[in-house]
Nanobody
Framework: QVQLVESGGGLVQPGGSLRLSCAASGSGFRLNTMAWYRQAPGKQREFVALITSLDNTNYADFVKGRFTISKDNAKNTVYLQMSSLKPEDTAVYYC??????????????WGQGTQVTVSS
């Protein structure tokens, strides 16, 4: 079993930057992919960015060029560097991990989210 803990959210002005972190903890697992999603008030949860074990990346169109996803394999941690933030980016940001155990069975899990507020 893997638990995800997000951090780095907060209040930032439009045009500013934030770096989110998501640390995966547990035992007997290896990460397949890690991703970020977000959910604004009254909205559905939406995909933001994904990174694979081989560092291939995928981004939603609305963040491409502004956000960068990366990871630290030794720490089992994924990051989301967010720049040129807009009020529309205000949301709870959730970390997602797809992982496998030592029997190669795959699982999917979510963190509890971190609030990002972009406001002047």
């Amino acid at each position: 079993q893997v638990q995800l803990v997000e951090s780095g959210g907060g209040l930032v002005q439009p045009g500013g930057s934030l770096r989110l972190s998501c640390a995966a903890s547990g035992s007997g697992f290896r990460l397949n992919t890690m991703a970020w999603y977000r959910q604004a008030p009254g909205k559905q949860r939406e995909f933001v960015a994904l990174i694979t074990s081989l560092d291939n990346t995928n981004y939603a169109d609305f963040v491409k060029g502004r956000f960068t996803i990366s990871k630290d394999n030794a720490k089992n941690t994924v990051y989301l560097q967010m720049s040129s933030l807009k009020p529309e980016d205000t949301a709870v940001y959730y970390c997602n991990a797809n992982y496998r155990d030592r029997s190669w069975k795959s699982y999917d899990t979510w963190g509890q989210g971190t609030q990002v507020t972009v406001s002047s």
